[in-house]
């Protein structure tokens, strides 16, 4: 299957049933149920559907809709709400009540997938969403196993698990959760999610790298002097304490996001469109990064400043989180890819909390054109600066040298800009819209692999427990930071 086919193909998906686990969750009303609903608006499902909710608080079918109901219309990336198509997605929308570890849960589930089956058609096809806290993944997928609700996978009906973030806290933990999974499913049936692969701009990487001549040719050690990748939030961390304290900057936003966008940049081109043609690149990027050294590692925790004109409290202020926390808010990274086609190329990340504004993007600058015509006194050309922005305001722009109109010479750098919300004009899809119909699809292109995951972690792992450093709310991040590019005379760009 085609992973970058044309979107104007319309795409259907196969007859199936969607068991959502969590289904009470902040998750599926966000994300789940809205992007089902637009599937269904898009002309991607079939009749032969079913979606069930499986949670333990006590609800009947028609409450699970009603509030179904409210969560689209306030979370659904098309609005108004379509109400004659809500109906039609409602009567084919089911809770089940049951505790995760409950067996006489499952028999009972199976009995209504079956009925399902009989009623509509759906035959014997299974989604397993598991929008659960990631300890309750080996336990959701031994008993589905263990009531024959996951099946070998074979020519027959398929039964496929699409699981969220986090993939374990460390290597070891990552490792173990691997092998618990696989104790009960292949590795063909686990899907992982990372939502930023449904981003069109973050699937775009390769069709600007290997569907234009000019770019890849110049995609290599030659002609790139370094690439900078740029996560930056101007949020804190809200109301969510608990959970950074137990995960910080690194588990959640660099070994899964900022790691698939360096290999994604990085990698050869690949044999095909395969899944996993395009993974296997992807792993060998990872492969050949150096192991970290502490001088290519900063991290820090935001204290309180000004962002956007508003006075913000510190990290260590904020609610949940104990004062003698060495939780990171901010981390800038230096990695060498050691291969023919990046040796010598650092790539520089950075991702932070509490920055001066959102922004995600990826600068490649070029090496500077030889200092032979063209110089203006002592200064030099700016380089050539490509940045693919992937949020907000999804584009590409390309910095050139150009001469100002006039007999003098000036020379000035400007700026190539294609945006994709004003050319096509149209409002991308919801990257859980194109992740849930690629599961259903059985396509994994999109979906993080075992082996790229277990990579990203071991090369993290290390630094999971360095003390931060600080920096005041509103900059770009601590002096450390600023240091990590001096040394090497360069400068994190202006955003
Ligand atoms: N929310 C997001 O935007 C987001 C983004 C990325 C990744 N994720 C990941 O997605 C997963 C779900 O996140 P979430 O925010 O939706 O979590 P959540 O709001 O805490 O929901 C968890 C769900 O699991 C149910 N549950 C917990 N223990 C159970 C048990 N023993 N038996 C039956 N049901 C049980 C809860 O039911 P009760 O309501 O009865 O407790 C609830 O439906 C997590 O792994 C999270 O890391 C979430």
Same mark, same amino acid.
């Not at 336990?139 to 008993?143: F, Q, R, S, V, Y």
């Not at 069709?207 to 770019?215: D, Q």
């Not at 932070?352 to 070029?366: V, Y």
């Not at 995951?453 to 792992?461: A, E, Q, Y």
């Given at each position: 299957m085609n992973p970058l086919r044309e +979107?104007?193909?319309?795409?259907?998906?196969? %007859?199936?049933?969607?068991?959502?686990?969590?289904?009470?969750? $902040?998750?599926?009303?966000?994300?789940?149920?809205p992007a089902l609903y637009n599937i269904l608006k898009a002309g991607q499902l079939p009749s032969q559907f079913a979606c069930v909710g499986f949670a333990r608080r006590t609800k009947t079918d028609g409450e699970f809709r009603k509030e179904m109901h409210e969560a689209v219309q306030k979370f659904s990336r098309t609005k108004p709400i379509d109400e004659h198509l809500w109906k039609h997605f409602e009567d084919h929308l089911y809770y089940h009540i049951s505790e995760f570890h409950d067996d006489e849960g499952y028999v009972k589930l199976k009995q209504k997938l079956e009925e399902l089956d009989h009623r509509l058609g759906t035959k014997g096809n299974r989604i397993y969403y598991f929008a659960t806290p990631s300890s309750y993944f080996p336990?959701?997928? +031994?008993?589905l196993k263990k009531s024959n609700l996951i099946y070998p996978e074979s020519q027959g009906p398929w039964s496929r698990v699409i699981i969220e973030k986090p993939f374990g806290h460390d290597l070891h933990s990552a490792e173990n959760l691997q092998q618990e999974l696989m104790k009960h499913l292949g +590795?063909?049936?686990?899907?992982?999610?990372?939502?930023?692969?449904?981003? +069109?701009t973050v699937q775009n990487l390769l069709?600007?790298? &290997?569907?234009?001549?000019? &770019?890849e040719a110049l995609w290599n050690n030659r002609y790139i002097d370094h690439i900078q990748i740029t996560v930056a939030e101007d949020l804190g961390i809200g109301t969510r304490g608990k959970f950074w304290e137990e995960t910080g900057l690194i588990r959640d936003i660099v070994q899964n996001h900022v790691m698939q966008l360096v290999s994604l940049v990085g990698m050869e081109p690949p044999v095909s469109l395969d899944a996993n043609a395009i993974r296997d690149e992807k792993v060998k990027v990872l492969q050949a990064i150096r192991p970290l050294e502490p001088k290519d590692v900063v991290l820090a925790q935001y204290t309180s400043g000004l962002v956007n004109g508003e006075d913000v409290i510190g990290y260590l202020q904020e609610k949940d989180v104990p004062s003698s926390s060495h939780v990171e808010t901010y981390a800038a990274l230096r990695l060498h890819i050691d291969n023919w086609r990046w040796s010598g190329v650092p790539f520089y990340l950075r991702s932070? !909390?509490?920055?001066? !504004?959102?922004?995600?993007?990826?600068?490649?600058? &070029?090496k500077d054109p030889p200092g032979v015509l063209f110089q203006q006194g002592h200064r030099k050309n $700016? %380089?050539?600066?490509?940045v693919m922005q992937i949020q907000p305001d999804e584009g590409i722009s390309l910095k050139i040298n150009c001469k100002v109109p006039g007999p003098a010479s000036p020379i000035q750098p400007v700026k190539m800009d294609f945006k994709y919300g004003s050319y096509f004009g149209i409002a991308p899809p919801e990257a859980y819209e194109r992740l849930i119909c690629d599961a259903i699809?059985? $396509?994994?292109?999109? &979906?993080?692999?075992?082996?790229?995951?277990?990579?990203?972690? !071991?090369?993290?792992? %290390?630094?999971?427990?360095? !003390?931060?450093s600080t920096y005041p709310a509103g900059s770009w991040g601590p002096i450390e930071a600023e240091k990590l590019l001096e040394q090497d005379g360069r400068h994190w760009r202006l955003i």
């Open positions: +979107e104007t193909q319309a795409r259907f998906t196969e %007859p199936c049933i969607v068991v959502i686990f969590g289904a009470t969750g $902040d998750l599926t009303s966000r994300k789940l149920i336990l959701i997928a +031994e008993k +590795e063909n049936q686990i899907f992982r999610i990372d939502h930023w692969l449904g981003k +069109e069709v600007f790298r &290997f569907a234009n001549s000019i &770019f932070g !909390k509490r920055l001066p !504004k959102r922004s995600t993007e990826i600068a490649i600058t &070029f $700016d %380089p050539n600066v490509l699809l059985g $396509d994994s292109t999109l &979906f993080a692999r075992q082996d790229e995951v277990l990579l990203s972690w !071991k090369l993290l792992t %290390p630094i999971l427990k360095g !003390k931060p």
